[in-house]
């Protein structure tokens, strides 16, 4: 039975600006994700507050906010089996320092704020982000 899934996937500004697009693409593509939409954009940061809600109460919510708006990010739509979770898995932990081997974060994340890539949690979830970016 296939279990086709979509999620979404955000390159983040630390990455955008280091020119990292295309090697993070090619992660993806790698791994077999279909990139089904993509664009290039920079939010306001009132955008990233409702992006990032569910955080709201949290001590780093502020200054996510700000960064997430610092600067041009690529949303894209991943698509394949299970990609919610073969999104996580290739992404890696939340903190770059405790990502494994051969994941986009141990690569690429600088530091647990500028870790590079964003990806949905759970199916439901990715289908309230793909809406957020993609709902025309
Ligand atoms: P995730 O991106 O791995 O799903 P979440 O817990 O959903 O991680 O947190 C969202 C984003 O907030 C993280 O990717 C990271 O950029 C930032 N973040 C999470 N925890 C911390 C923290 O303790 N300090 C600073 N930033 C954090
Ligand atoms: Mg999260």
């Known amino acids: 039975m296939s279990n086709t899934e979509q999620t979404l996937s955000i390159?983040?500004?630390?990455?955008?600006?280091?020119?990292?697009?295309?090697?993070?693409?090619?992660?993806?593509?790698?791994?077999?994700?279909?990139?089904?939409?993509?664009?290039?954009?920079?939010?306001?940061?009132?955008?990233?507050?409702?992006?990032?809600?569910?955080?709201?109460?949290?001590?780093?919510?502020n200054d996510l906010c700000t960064y997430l708006?610092?600067?041009?990010?690529?949303?894209?739509?991943?698509?394949?089996?299970?990609?919610?979770?073969?999104?996580?898995?290739?992404m890696g932990a939340t903190n770059p320092t405790d990502a494994e081997e051969g994941t986009i974060r141990k690569k690429y994340g600088i530091s647990i704020?500028?870790?590079s890539v964003h990806g949905s949690d759970s199916v439901d979830n990715a289908k309230i982000e793909i809406d957020f970016f993609f709902k025309d």
Do not use: C, W
């Not at 630390?14 to 089904?36: C, P, Q, S, W, Y």
């Not at 993509?38 to 780093?60: N, R």
């Not at 394949?80 to 999104?87: D, F, I, M, P, Y």
């Open 69 to 90: 708006s610092s600067g041009p990010i690529v949303v894209m739509i991943l698509e394949k089996e299970s990609a919610v979770l073969g999104n996580r898995e290739l």
């Open 11 to 61: 390159i983040k500004p630390d990455a955008v600006e280091r020119n990292l697009e295309n090697e993070i693409k090619e992660m993806f593509k790698n791994k077999g994700f279909v990139i089904v939409k993509e664009k290039k954009i920079q939010i306001e940061k009132s955008e990233a507050e409702k992006f990032y809600k569910v955080h709201e109460t949290k001590p780093f919510y």
């Open 113 to 115: 704020d500028k870790n």
